[in-house]
């Protein structure tokens, strides 16, 4: 997967889902992005659907409040769920899952403070 920096490639007010060429971006209940020196906010949930699984991800996240990331692959047993419980923290925090087919990564933050800022 190619790296992508949010706060960079990203634009405050583009239209979602953000749709990429190796993902798609969407937060529940938001018509666009919100997207300021932390990243792109995720609201309380997003999804990060990618367009082709993959076996490793990293990202790069700031959240106020803990949060929930996980990692959703697909196997012969059917989906597999790969939460991490992200604590809160002043700066950034790298999150990496290294898993056969991941196809999807959910991000939930119950107060909302939760910014993607890179994915590699």
């Keep these: 997967m190619s790296p992508f ?9 583009d239209p979602l ?7 798609i971006f969407s937060a529940y209940g938001q018509s666009s992005a919100h997207v300021d020196h932390r990243g792109i906010h995720c609201a309380h949930e997003s999804i990060l659907q990618l367009v082709s699984a993959t076996n ?52 939930k933050s119950e107060s909302g403070e939760l910014f993607l800022q890179t994915l590699r």
């Excluded at 920096?5 to 007010?13: E, L």
């Design 5 to 13: 920096d949010f706060r960079v490639q990203a634009h405050n007010g």
């Design 17 to 23: 889902p953000l749709v990429e060429a190796e993902f």
């Design 56 to 107: 490793a991800i990293e990202l790069e996240v700031i959240n106020g409040t803990p949060a929930i990331i996980t990692a959703l692959s697909l196997d012969a047993n059917g989906w597999q769920s790969h939460p991490r419980n992200v604590p809160s923290s002043p700066g950034s925090q790298r999150v990496t899952f290294n898993v056969a087919s991941i196809q999807r990564v959910a991000l």
